[in-house]
């Protein structure tokens, strides 16, 4: 074929969470293109497991940037060079012929690696359930029209709640901070008429899980940089706000405001 | 050999503070720190703009700094001794420098902690490709370096023009001979100015910040955010170094002094008359 | 030996079998709840659905995910919406005439009871996900907004901009944290199951291996709940997500449990097409593109010129020209089928030849580019994002894609499969959908099976159980499945074979893609049959895996779903041929009316095929269940 590629690649490979790793270094050629970046891994694996050695382990599943299951760091750049993109809609023609690829697993301290390029991001899970959630037991919903949500109110809503949970702001953020990512689940909920109830607690109960496991933001704004859906740094504002103030609603025990 | 690896997940790293009582609790969190930093910021950033302004009487002459300087601690005579409520302010922004010191010393520390690189080897640098920074700006990526920079700029200021440990020729409450008298040396004026441009990088990406951490929010406002801090940062920087360049220039000159040097203020008028 | 198939359907008028019957069922006293332990496997919207509900009900449930966080189940995909009758836009709509569709759109192979008491459901879902802060569309006064989807005369679609499948599944998936956080449920992540324990004739629990330690082990409960989704990656290609399998429903089959009309499979017409041999999946873009888009290949072969050179009578307008009335908006499996031939016939278009165009120059021309990019901006950005074109400037290349599978394991009425105690919820049944499924009706069944229909049939199952407790695991009905699945495992790593998984897969979606895919014959289905078996013999004898099983090891969870993929494509082919009629998105060539539409033979197929495993692979015993169709009379589709 035309128009392939030749490619130097420098892979993390870890062989568990208390192994030392190192970085491996490949070379692959035929590289097309029109490849996504884990295509391009794919056939460097098939290459690997042809070659008798052990294939590089890099999670993936929906491959059309929406699971939230892929993510690398690419050249130091979270999911790669290219913004507004997680790693699987990543595609080859963002290089050139001879490039050298750095590729490493996310890193922080709550990101432990499991193996290569593979992390255990379940802290954030830890997150929602301390409070990422309406509650509103199944059968219990009042009319889906009851309550009429302002446009803007439920637009904005859904810029907070397009977020895929890749952990992304967390590995670009050099405090290895989870803001945007639990800003974006609290206000996906605070700004709707359906989340105020739990507002206050909501809050309260999501950022202190947050900093059991994370690092403080310095507001870089890293993390929106990084973010494959572009959440907007203003949830991070937003929800500083929103739990300081619960400090002392919660205090009052008073739902309203 | 098999890995153990643990399915639980990852442990917390930091445990969940015992909760003082409201307001306290406020400093437990990260980002309550966050807002009490951004409110002794907004003190402190009050205070460089006051200080900076009432510099300016320096271009008016001797006598009107210094009497601007004896004002000050006469403010409030009317009800409590005087210096009462200048050591009152003095005190408010020694607590507010602590506290501020503080949280930023310590909400490093957590993020530092919850950065720490799985098993490599090299350094401790979060990623071997150099991290291609898009956002950060090289005011937030030094706020850490500008931060005690600043800090000690002030104990050398303190000590140079309040206290006078440097010079013999220093005299308690004749501010204009004082600068002149400090500033008068390029080396001393070149520390003023390096620190300056510190101070006004600092508060560029301080003021920016204090927004996003106090939640001040809105689509107004947000546009604004940035020219306020550049404005904020571009006047105390201009502001104050036009004291030592008009030091080294001779703008403020010890000639431009109607009273014998060395004499205070009041000793002047009385030798006047 | 299965006897006569029991639906369990209620007796009754139509609108009332549902309310009826859950009156009927016998209920477990709330403080009785807590005796009882549910497995259920999947957490995609069925999965986290059920598992969220049956937690709050008090019930014991163990959910599992073999993904690292119950949020990345596929149902996140789904871009469209989902279908509420909830008539708010006052144009017509009913749960009748929801469904009347469903049961029309199925090509009449569906039950009419299921599809009722899906359609009566769907006006809960909404209100559910509403109040669980999903952020649905919304009109300028606040109300919610619909769309009119698939073709539905209509508009009673509700969605979330292009993510409507993610915003219902974090709802869930909150449902389902909030019960985690509070102890009723358990959950095990990165933990896949690997066959179905059955002791004295019933379900009584699962065998999992834990994918990052590799222990193998057993979890049992009185009841088992299966939603684990689709079997579309048989096809290799499709537009699945990667790990998608039909592992657990096929483990679930061999031990007794039917695999209901395998045949079965949706292909979608507007997908990118593949750009090399090492492709890995398939994207889809929303149908609504044909609202504007134009559809044509050149009508001469081996076209070299670019295509702004390619003059207006040489364009060859395939669907305008043979269905004048629908024009580009006939459905799905005609559209697909349309383009299969056009490309068979050589004229596809792009590097491989193997798209047509969907053109926007016509409708940019006549709305401008706003507001093309208005209707569709996200859609042509993800497009020119994988192809590296732009769709301002040159027509998009589409080609049909595997989407999604109507065929699943058989269940009766209230979801449980002809083995006692397993449920089977969401895309891995067969229930709803007939022979195709509307669009936006999908996420409309998963969350209906998943919130409002087992949490009220599982009672009636679990009601008479009050006092036995599950069984032992440390029972020789675990330790023999148990040892059977280390050892399965372990046989892969041994095989050392030449190839890897990967490539097996690849040739095994050719085959399945050419025989068993948008338009089948004998001759291709008994070409099916004969190769698939031999090519598994190799693949046994000549896969290659390496590393160990007990750590994180990819390529030994692909080979066992990939050696399920295979006994599935041999059903499939089987079942394909055995159904010598054209239904739905099954379309055989020998069954077709003269104008070349689907030709259903009512008189001999009006039936559910259920298979029985007969022990090998290739054996399995055909059952039917005869479906009865009250209510929506049988008509032939004509989309001149």
Sequence with gaps: MENTMTLTLKVWRQKGPLENGRFETYEIDQISPDMSFLEMFDVLNENLINNGEEPVEIASDCREGICGTCGCMINGKAHGPEKATATCQLHMRKFKDGDTIIVEPWQATSFPIIKDLVVDRSPLDRIIESGGFITVPTGSAPDANLIPVPKDAADSAFDAAACIGCGACVAACPNSAAQLFTSAKVQHLNLLPQGQAERWSRTEEMVEKMEEYFGSCTNHGECHEACPKEIPLDFIAYTNRDYVKSKRKNRNLLGQG | MAQTVTRKGPEPIRKKPKQLPFPLNIYQSAIGRKWVMAVSGIVLLGFVVTHMIGNLHLYEGPLEIHEYAETLRNLGTDIIPRTWLLWGVRLLLIAAFAIHIHSAYTLKEMGRKANTRANFADGNKKYAASQDFIAANYASRTMRWTGPIILLYLFFHLADLTWGWFSKDWHLGDPYNNVVVSMGNIGVAAIYIIANIALAVHIFHGTWSLFQSLGINSPKINKMRRHIAAGLAGLILVGNLSFPIAVTVGLIDQDNCEAPCGLTAVEAEEAKE | ?640
Aim: hydrophobic content about 35%; proline content about 4%; charged content about 25%.
């Design chain 3, 1 to 640: 030996m299965i006897g006569e198939l029991n639906s369990r359907i209620p007796e009754g008028p139509i609108e009332e079998k549902w309310s009826s019957h859950k009156f009927d069922m016998k209920l477990v006293n709330p403080a009785n709840k807590r005796k009882f332990e549910v497995i259920v496997v999947g957490t995609g919207l069925a999965g986290a659905s059920a598992a969220a509900t049956l937690g709050e009900l008090g019930y014991k449930v163990k959910a599992f995910t073999y993904h690292d966080s119950p949020r990345r189940a596929h149902s996140i995909a789904a871009q469209g919406g989902i279908n509420g009758a909830k008539n708010y836009q006052n144009d017509g709509d009913s749960v009748y005439r929801l469904f009347y569709d469903t049961v029309k759109g199925g090509d009449y192979r569906s039950r009419e009871a299921n599809v009722h008491r899906l359609a009566e459901v769907s006006l809960n879902i909404i209100d559910q996900c509403v109040g669980q802060g999903v952020p649905f569309a919304r009109e300028y006064g606040g109300l919610l907004d619909n769309r009119s989807f698939g073709g539905a005369q209509v508009s009673r679609t509700f969605y979330a901009r292009g993510q409507t499948g993610q915003q219902l599944l974090l709802g869930a998936y909150s449902a389902l944290m909030r019960q985690v956080g509070s102890g009723s449920v358990e959950l095990h992540t990165r933990t896949e199951m690997l066959d179905l324990i059955v002791h004295d004739g019933a379900a009584r629990g699962i065998v999992v291996r834990d994918l990052i330690t590799g222990d193998v082990r057993s979890h049992t409960a009185h009841a088992v709940v299966l939603a684990t989704g689709g079997y579309g990656n048989v096809y290799y290609l499709s537009t699945n997500a990667m790990m998608c399998n039909v592992t657990a429903g096929w483990r679930a089959h061999r031990r007794g449990a039917l695999f209901a009309n395998p045949c079965y499979t949706q292909i979608h017409p507007t997908c990118i097409p593949a750009s090399d041999e090492f492709q890995s999946k398939l994207t889809l873009m929303s149908e609504s593109l044909r609202n504007d888009g134009r559809i044509w290949v050149p009508s001469g072969h081996d076209e070299a010129r670019s295509v702004s050179d390619i003059p207006e009578d040489q364009r060859y307008y395939y669907l305008e020209e043979k269905y004048p009335s629908f024009g580009n908006l006939v459905p799905r499996d005609v559209a697909s089928r349309n383009a299969k031939t056009v490309v068979d016939q050589g004229l596809g278009v792009g590097p491989l030849k193997n798209g047509v165009y969907l053109d926007f120059a016509d409708a940019i021309q006549r709305d401008g580019e706003d507001a093309i990019r208005e209707r569709y901006g996200n859609l042509f950005q993800m497009y020119e994002r994988i192809t590296g074109e732009d769709p301002y400037k040159t027509p998009m290349r589409i080609y049909p894609a595997t989407h999604y599978t109507m065929g699943g394991l058989w269940v009766d009425y209230e979801l449980m499969s002809n083995v006692p105690g397993l449920f089977v919820v969401g895309e891995a049944n067969f229930s709803d959908h007939g022979a195709n499924r509307l669009g936006a009706s999908a996420l409309m069944q998963g969350l209906a099976d998943g919130y409002f229909v087992l949490p009220y049939t599982i009672g009636n199952y679990l009601a008479p159980l009050l006092g036995e407790s599950p069984l032992d695991e440390s029972d020789p009905a675990c330790s023999n499945v148990v040892q059977g699945v280390a050892e399965r495992t372990q046989k892969w790593l041994s095989v050392n074979g030449t190839r890897t998984v990967d490539w097996f897969h690849r040739e095994l979606g050719k085959l399945v893609w050419n025989f068993i895919g948008m338009e089948r014959d004998k001759n291709g289905l008994e070409k099916a049959l004969s190769e698939i078996p031999s090519l598994r013999e190799e693949f046994e004898k000549d896969v290659r895996v390496l590393g160990s099983a007990d750590n994180l090891n990819t390529s030994l969870e692909k080979v066992g779903r990939v050696a399920d993929f295979f006994e599935l494509a041999e059903l499939k082919a089987r079942d394909a041929l055995e159904r010598a009629e054209s239904c739905g998105g099954h379309f055989r060539s020998e069954s077709q009316t003269p104008e070349g539409e689907a030709l259903r033979d009512d008189d001999n197929f009006s039936h559910v095929a259920a298979w029985e495993w007969g022990g090998t692979s290739g054996s399995a015993i055909r059952h039917k269940e005869e479906l009865e169709f009250e209510y929506v009379p049988l008509t032939q589709r004509s989309y001149k």
